[in-house]
């Protein structure tokens, strides 16, 4: 019985054990932001309910920063290591602002004026649609916010904020939506001194969880102008991570203002880092592309599509990754699709159609509205403007779907040609669900 008993105690303290050890999981991600053309890698951090991004910043700029998201206490600590200064961001709680726990975001002091409400409303939607990420199973997510303005507000801003992405649960990680507009001078009034109440609203009833992969689309209806920024996950592993470094570190100085936080790279390491970005890009190795007779059979009730390298017309891009970029934005749901080089092996590979993309048009556009302000805060070259044709084609006989995708994007040809092959992607998608 003494020898039951401690086996029993073992086997207690093992299981105990191994439920710390799941729930108790530190992870670092790497992740490729491209932001108004400019590719950041980003380091990503992750322990507990808490998360801390490290990155190259655009142009140089914000490499001395990191972010800590503190969900347990909804609030994001913003870092500047080499000034040793950090600003709180409080979260935005549901139908109120919310209270930082110290020094917070604020504007200079100037003479202020009282306006009306605004609202941001914010609603998350999940589609349904799982897929294996890393080993995990992602939840398809989007997420759309609208600013709601009193007809005595002082921001009467016609914005719209979407976001469309993959996300997965980890053990204890759970942030609310984070709704606060914070420092973005996009989301502030007008005139300087007159202040509005702001409120927040959440609907929808899906969840988010950690991002794998994102695509979020802001615009402003009255100024014209919209961007698109990407986020993809390109590693993602378990670690044992310090809870320091997800505090505010000892010796740094509180600011209350967003700007003392970033200084302006000088003009050499500018030109510098994008063009070991710019090489990145255009000249990195191409993923190769797999033997149509090698691929595994297809799952009952999967649509598979053949993926042929696009033609282009325009400026020099590398068509075998946007080959292989493609493919993945296509693969949702019941939707599969892989790279193929032929028609020929679409069919050996037991496709369901094959798909054809030819860039009609991809050159640097003439400077703009748009492009103005992009140079203003990066100093970033005009946009890119740039066209796909394409042509969906039923391998079994039927109707296929030809259209186009366009627009003005990025400051690069790669991620112009990036952006308008997910609006494809997103049309293609589409056209499938309606048959």
Partial sequence: MHYLFRSLSVIALICTCGALLVFAQDYKVTQVTTVQGQRITNTVYVKGPRKRTEGGGIMGMGKDNADIEQCDLKQNVKLNNKKRLYLLEPFGDDDSAATPKGPAAKPRSVPSTKGGVVTYVNNVTDTGERKQMFGMTARHVKTSMSMEASPDACNKQDMKMESDGWYVDLPTFSCPIRMSPGNNPQFQAPSGGCQDTIHYRNTGSGKLGFALSETRTMSMGDAGMSFTTTTDTTDFSRATLEQALFEIPQGYTATTDSSDLYSRPS??????????????????????????????????????????????????VNTANLQAFLAERLTMGKVEAIAVASEADARTANCDYVLASDFTKLKQASMGLFGNVVGKIAGAPSPYDAQVEYRLTPLAGGKTVANKAGGKSGSDAYTAAQAVLTMEAQAISSALGKN
Avoid: C, F, W
């Avoid at 994008?274 to 009730?301: F, H, S, V």
């Fill in 267 to 316: 003009i050499a390491e500018m030109k510098e880092y994008q063009k070991e970005e710019q090489t990145q890009m255009e000249t990195g190795p191409a993923p190769p592309l797999k033997d149509p007779g090698t691929i595994r059979p297809k799952a009952p009730g999967v649509t598979r599509i053949g993926v042929l390298e696009p033609t282009n017309h325009g400026d020099s």
